[in-house]
């Protein structure tokens, strides 16, 4: 690539994540215009010469204050679109949050397989390269998309920002909230044994989920006497989470505390996650918690900055480093 700095663009909706994402990693700032028409359609322009540039789009495909998730979407590929129409040399899409990418295969008949659709529709704006990071199902995710595609991990940063908080680590147990989720459970559990070099428990429980509703709450696994972490990829309702910790505790558990990457918090989640049984709450700032107000969950939120693990990520796709630390979950 040219030795420009790479160029960093957002909608407005996702510019707070964008512009410390392109300061960490020496990018510049990509100008851009959004105009709404009188009917609800809208325009997105880039204002500045992209030709012959390394371009990165870095947006969470999430809901926002100012839009829906579907409107996000549609004014990321718009975007995408432009840069490409207007001569970028590289073009990569960043979403810290993937939307709609949950839904990975079918559980019933003629079920839509979204994760592939998204999948598509980016391949149709003719990018380059996706960066997501703790994707809902990694082995969907890659098979999605025919353009290399790359899934950071955040545990590492999660694991730096437990211990820098004064939190407990001994009679630690790191816990899944469903048996789909025990990989990650256990790649979180390696990585906090490592860096303590001690012992850490592994847990999970039993979930079903049917047309919305949630049944099932067998665990396996030593959680007496030990503070669990529950460790998921997104939170959304908070129901999942809340159920697991109630179980958690209800077999000995001393404390339990919930760590995802992804802080969706539905309309409902304020009130779910209103209860004594979760110590602490910890997510990312991949999606804004604007949804959370003054209440006894914000209260005890703590949200981890993703933005050097990103800014590192651009940094070593433009200069062409080795991201193979920043895959293994490594920090930066």
Not at 131 to 148: E, G, K, S, W, Y
Not at 251 to 256: H, I, M
Request: charged content about 25%; some cysteine; overall charge neutral.
């Amino acid at each position: 690539m040219p030795s420009r700095p790479p160029l960093v663009f957002s909608l407005a909706s996702g510019s707070d994540l964008a512009d410390r994402v392109a300061a960490w990693a020496g990018a510049e700032r990509g100008a851009h215009e959004e105009r709404a028409f009188e009917d609800g359609e809208h325009k997105i322009r880039p204002t500045i010469s992209v030709r012959e540039r390394d371009v990165y789009v870095v947006q969470s495909l999430c809901t926002s204050p100012e839009q829906a998730v579907s409107d996000t979407l549609i004014r990321v590929l718009f975007l995408l679109g432009a840069l490409r129409d207007a001569g970028a040399a590289r073009l990569t899409m960043v979403a810290p949050y993937l939307g709609y990418s949950r839904k990975d295969r079918r559980t019933k008949p003629r079920d839509p397989v979204t994760t592939r659709y998204i999948g598509q529709l980016f391949e149709a704006m003719h990018i380059d390269r996706i960066v997501t990071l703790d994707v809902h199902n990694v082995a969907a995710f890659q098979n999605a998309f025919r353009c290399p595609s790359v899934m950071l991990e955040a545990r590492h940063v999660f694991i730096e920002a437990w211990l820098a908080g004064g939190r407990p680590t001994r009679g630690l147990c790191v816990a899944s909230p469903d048996v789909g989720g025990v990989k990650r459970a256990e790649a979180f559990r390696e990585s906090l044994e490592a860096r303590l070099g001690q012992e850490v428990a592994l847990a999970f429980m039993e979930k079903k989920r049917s047309e919305g509703r949630v049944t099932g709450k067998l665990v396996a696994g030593d959680v007496e006497g030990r503070c669990v972490l529950i460790v998921d990829d997104l939170i959304a309702s908070g129901t999942t989470t809340t159920r697991a910790a109630r179980a958690f505790l209800e077999r000995g558990a001393e404390q339990v505390h919930a760590i995802a990457t992804h802080g969706l918090f539905s309309e409902q989640a304020d009130t779910i996650l209103d209860t004594d049984d979760l110590t602490g709450l910890m997510v990312s700032n991949s999606v804004p918690p604007f949804r959370l107000q003054a209440s006894v969950a914000r209260s005890r939120l703590d949200v981890v900055d993703i933005t050097p693990l990103l800014g590192e990520a651009i940094q070593r796709l433009h200069g062409g480093g080795s991201l193979v630390e920043l895959l293994d979950g490594g920090a930066p």
